[in-house]
């Protein structure tokens, strides 16, 4: 059964950076199209896989292929190249303590590798960098929990 945890956009810390621009410090804030509004947890049977979704104001439609990380897939929006989901196999769904902390250390590998070869934050064809940030902050230790259930 899905488990849903509703973001309070006002309490996020990570929803804007300042960037030097020509010598300018600017102040650049994550559209209210690339901050979830909730985050659905929930075990795939079928594939052996825990999928988390970030459910987003629009409803954009997935790029065709997925980012791989060791096995963790990442699922970007065709167009902002926001994450949708992040799926990780797991062998069973009902995690302890310790199952939670490799589920969120396999996601922080899965994330930092998706920006590994990152030259331009803000550069439109490569993954929305902000969006990524506010993704992370919302995937605490205790969201994750709670997701899991």
């Known amino acids: 059964m899905p488990r849903h945890v509703w973001v309070n956009s006002d309490r996020l810390e990570k929803g804007s950076a300042v960037r030097n621009v020509g010598g300018m410090e600017l102040t650049v804030e994550v559209s209210p199209y690339s901050i979830p509004k909730a985050v659905v947890g929930r075990y795939d049977d079928r594939r052996g896989r825990f999928v988390i979704e970030f459910k987003y104001i629009d409803d954009e439609k997935a790029a065709p292929s997925p980012r791989l990380s060791d096995g963790v897939e990442i699922r970007e929006g065709l167009y902002s190249h926001k994450i949708l989901s992040i799926s990780i196999p797991i062998d069973s769904p ?41 993704a992370e902050e919302i995937l605490s230790d205790a969201t994750l929990m709670e997701l899991v259930g």
């Not at 009902?94 to 396999?106: C, D």
């Not at 920006?115 to 064809?125: A, C, I, Q």
């Not at 490569?126 to 969006?131: A, F, K, Q, Y």
């Open 94 to 134: 009902h995690l302890e303590s310790v199952g939670v902390i490799s589920l969120r250390t396999r996601i922080a590998k899965a994330l930092k590798e998706r920006l590994r070869d990152v030259e331009d934050p803000d550069s439109p064809h490569g993954p929305d960098v902000l969006n990524q940030e506010v």
